[in-house]
């Protein structure tokens, strides 16, 4: 069993920038590769980034490529996601997740272990 915990979520104008902290617990972290997913209102559940467990291939959704950047501390049991120049379209509710299988998060919604999210809202 692994629990996951967002925070870091907010209230920003558009071209602001907000870092979201996802605090693992339980199994073993590194055995974990690690993504984010978000959802708006009225919509489905949507990729945003994946990594590796061992921190590499970073991969991205083209929405968000360029503006966001995830990374994880395995030390720290963390993941964060830095978003940068944000648009009122990323305002949702973001959720980390943890899989066994980095291609299980990749381009998906599929992920073992789900937090409970965090909302981001970004104003124009």
């Known amino acids: 069993q692994v629990q996951l915990v967002e925070s870091g979520g907010g209230m920003v104008q558009a071209g602001g920038s907000l870092r979201l902290s996802c605090a693992a617990s339980?199994?073993?972290?590194?055995?974990?590769?690690m993504g984010w997913f978000r959802q708006a209102p009225g919509k489905e559940r949507e990729f945003v980034a994946v990594i590796s467990g061992s921190g590499g291939s970073p991969y991205y959704a083209d929405s968000v490529k360029g503006r966001f950047t995830i990374s994880r501390d395995n030390a720290k049991n963390m993941v964060y996601l830095q978003m940068n120049s944000l648009k009122p379209e990323d305002t949702a509710v973001y959720y980390c997740?943890?899989?066994?299988?980095?291609?299980?998060?990749?381009?998906?919604?599929?992920?073992?272990?789900w937090g409970q999210g965090t909302q981001v809202t970004v104003s124009s």
């Open positions: 997740a943890a899989d066994p299988l980095y291609s299980r998060l990749r381009g998906g919604t599929a992920g073992r272990y």
């Open positions: 339980g199994r073993t972290f590194s055995n974990y590769a």
